[in-house]
């Protein structure tokens, strides 16, 4: 199986930081990687795809990098909106897919 | 835009089957490069994911779940569904039905594209 491992698990931001969450994968899945947002009592959405690719109606402020293990998750300017848990998950293994265990940005 | 809604008993007492079904409006299960799929979550902890079913009926199980998982579909009714035997207190989760988008193109993959809104399954005596 793929593990996925994110850090930090939680960090604190203030509006207009620029945050970084970090995404690792246990063995080389390529650009196979997504990264979803979730705010807490709703379903997961999809900020990004194959590693890099906004998805439709993502605010640009969303960036996606990284390739093989390593990948990064950037929010340029945290809005207010922004603070949420933010999962990564892998699809080299399609079907079968996991996801990493989550990193809570929380506002400082 | 496809919209999907999970139902199903709220409580199911340990050692019982848990049965869920997903029912889709706005997109046909038997679209091509589409999968349908269950992932769960423990309260206040992360994703899990539990498995799918294809566009032509395939079914794909996490390992950790197999010996006990099953997903079907009726799509005459459009709609598909979970069955987890042999629950236990561990199985208590939010469980959430989604569109799986595959994109068979190297480097991009597939992703979840939509979700429901999800259900919360307390097993429990």
């Known amino acids: 199986d793929i593990q996925m491992t994110q850090s930090p698990s939680s960090l604190s931001a203030s509006v207009g930081d620029r945050v970084t969450i970090t995404c690792r994968a246990s063995?080389?899945?390529?650009?196979?990687l997504n990264w979803y947002q979730q705010k807490p009592g709703k379903a997961p959405t999809l900020l990004i795809y194959a590693a890099s690719t906004l998805q439709s109606g993502v605010p640009s402020r969303f960036s996606g990098s990284g390739s093989v293990t390593a990948f990064t998750l950037t929010i340029s300017s945290v809005q207010p909106e922004d603070f949420a848990t933010y999962y990564c998950?892998?699809?080299?293994?399609?079907?079968?897919?996991?996801f990493g265990q989550g990193t809570k940005l929380e506002i400082k | 835009q496809p919209q999907l809604q999970e139902s199903g008993p709220g409580r199911v007492k340990p050692s019982e089957t848990l049965s869920l079904t997903c029912t889709v409006s706005?997109?046909?299960?038997?679209?091509?490069?589409?999968?349908w799929g269950w992932i769960r979550q423990p309260p206040g902890k992360g994703l899990e994911w539990i498995g799918s079913?294809?566009?032509?009926?395939?079914?794909f199980y996490s390992p950790s779940l197999e010996s006990r998982v099953t997903i079907s579909e009726d799509t005459s009714k459009n709609q598909f569904s979970l069955k987890v035997r042999s629950v236990t207190a561990a199985d208590t989760a939010v469980y959430y039905c989604?569109?799986?988008?595959?994109?068979?193109?190297?480097?991009?993959?597939?992703?979840?594209?939509?979700w429901g809104q999800g259900t919360l399954v307390t097993v429990s005596s």
């Open positions: 998950q892998q699809s080299q293994s399609t079907p079968l897919y996991t």
């Open positions: 989604v569109r799986i988008r595959i994109i068979p193109i190297r480097g991009v993959g597939d992703h979840v594209d939509y």
């Open positions: 079913i294809s566009y032509s009926g395939s079914t």
């Open positions: 063995q080389s899945i390529s650009t196979y």
């Open positions: 706005g997109g046909s299960l038997n679209r091509n490069n589409y999968f």
